[in-house]
């Protein structure tokens, strides 16, 4: 079964999904990215959005644990399949297994959701300077192409964008410039097109969103001494929590850092926050990076 046209400026309605069975979900459309695999944060949020399927309205998501297993192939259909692994008193968690109608076998996931609990909290701060206003930083498309021609060699970052997510980098000069690159990179994003209310729809988008530049930390801090060397990236793993319900359709502060890279894999570390400072979520991924030749 082939995947539908799609408003590629709507990710809600990239993550609409079909139900065919009991517990089983079937994907309308397809997202490609750059080298003709479906993006990553379509299967994220395609498969956080069928692990919501059937939880409690009053359990938001909290958490989801994912492994990529190979590139699906962004034509073809994608049948998800949950199954129920809790249901407690605050609890609720599921696992989403996914593979195409070919039989290509493409994620696994465990999803978890839960009871707003009244409880102590505390967040770390956002590293946005204040009064920083996103709306008036570069877009990709700002940033002087001889600056970005690095980046080809990183997989196609600097052509990589997408027509439903609004992208802006603060202080382009110093973030790509291999010199000054350090391992630290930030950003702000946010959905073309505003959402419907539903935290569990928020919380699928973000999950879309991010995919979105946070592997560049551990990438761009090697432009330096790649020389004409290219290399290989396919993401490997990826994790998400959700401190708190948010709307996913505000602007989002990213700051993703790499701790370690070695042996054709890089780790990187992203901290969400809103224009206030406040802390949304975590991210995670493990991305491999190897040379091509």
Known sequence: MSHLPWNKQNIEHLLELTEIGSGCWRTRHGDANLNGRSFGGQLLGQALMAGLADVPADRVATMMQFLFLQGAMPQEALDLRVTRLQDGKRFSSRHVRAEQVSGRVVLDAQVTCAVPLDAPSHGSFSSAPAGEVPEELARLSDVDPALLGGLRQLGGYSEDHKPSIEFRIPEPQRQFSPDTMDGCFRFWMRPVQT???????????????????????????????????????????????????????????????????????????????????????????????AYAD
């Open 195 to 289: 959402l419907p209310d539903g935290p569990h729809v928020h919380a699928a988008v973000f999950a879309y969103l991010s995919d979105w530049w946070v592997n560049f930390s551990a990438l761009g801090l090697h432009l330096r001494e790649m020389g004409k060397r290219q290399l290989y990236i396919a993401s490997l793993n990826h994790a998400i929590w959700l401190h708190r319900p948010f709307r996913a359709d505000q602007w989002l502060h990213v700051e993703t850092t790499s701790p370690a890279s070695a042996s054709g894999r890089g780790l990187c570390v992203a901290s969400v926050h809103d224009r206030e400072g406040l802390s949304l979520a975590t991210v995670t991924q493990e991305c491999l990076m």
